[in-house]
């Protein structure tokens, strides 16, 4: 058998580990409706590196803190629920960043599909990266993810950083390999008047989308200030103060460029 024969049968077949993975949780949700198909149990982990300026939960950056937890003991309480499951329910990760704990996403992920769970992953993709070990824990997880939920926060690299303190190089090569590996993805898009509502930048990103073979829904997530009391209660400064939501116009215009078509 070849290296790469071994490496595929592995990423097929995630192995069980020896010992209990520990994921760090911030909280979850029993009835989550819009983050992925059908009603889910959706687990908020702890922990992101990115900044984005109108985070409405900053609670979960911080990389310590969350309550421990193993896989087999978030299962057990998500299952609870599973009776309420139609229309292709089941379990969401989201965060803070959840690919910052890959190793218990994958086990959490893996005994759901032993059950036949259906699963999604919401992610900004900002840990993605084709260097080792993360790569190979990443095809693992792919074999066990049913839907990646990406949010694109900004098509231009120079902007992204000054929204969310990262690059977005690669987390469009993420998308990239999402495509060519065949993985469903829903896209999304926060709204912010003033710095993502550019319609160069807007059509920008349509272009990008257009290279994807995979994108099963694109979403735009009009900004909000429902987070700010959380920034305050913290000592963070919150810069976007002076920023409103979008105008229906503005929304209307961002899903045209992007090819968003919705029952009136």
Not at 139 to 144: H, K
Not at 171 to 188: C, E, F, N, P, Q
Request: with cysteine; charged share 25%.
């Amino acid at each position: 058998m070849t290296r790469e024969q071994r490496t595929t049968d592995t990423a097929v077949c995630p192995a069980k580990p020896k010992n209990p993975i520990i994921g760090y949780i911030h909280s979850t949700e029993s009835f989550g409706a819009v983050d992925g198909p059908g009603v889910r149990f959706i687990v908020f982990m702890q922990g992101c590196r990115m900044r984005c300026r109108y985070c409405h939960n900053p609670e979960t950056w911080a990389l310590t803190g969350g309550t421990p937890r193993t896989a087999e003991d978030v299962l057990a309480q998500a299952l609870k629920y599973k009776s309420y499951w139609k229309n292709g329910g089941g379990i969401t990760i989201s965060g803070g960043e959840a690919l910052l704990q890959i190793d218990f996403v994958i086990e959490l992920f893996r005994l759901a599909k032993e059950k036949g769970i259906n699963t999604a992953l919401d992610t900004s993709g900002n840990p993605f990266t084709r260097s080792e070990p993360f790569f190979h824990k990443f095809q693992r997880l792919c074999a066990v993810t049913d839907l990646f939920i990406l949010d694109i926060k900004e098509i231009n690299d120079i902007k992204h950083r000054d929204l969310t303190g990262q690059t977005n190089v690669n987390i469009l090569d993420m998308a990239r390999y999402l495509s060519d590996t065949g993985k469903d993805m829903w896209i999304r898009h926060v709204l912010v008047p003033g710095i993502t509502t550019n319609t160069d930048d807007l059509k920008g990103l349509a272009e990008f989308l257009k290279t994807l073979k995979t994108v099963k829904r694109t979403e735009i997530l009009p900004y909000h200030k429902l987070g700010v009391p959380e920034w305050e209660r913290l000592g963070i400064p919150y810069t976007l103060k002076d920023t409103e939501p979008p105008t229906t116009e503005e929304i209307e215009t961002a899903e045209s460029i992007l090819g968003i078509h919705k029952n009136k």
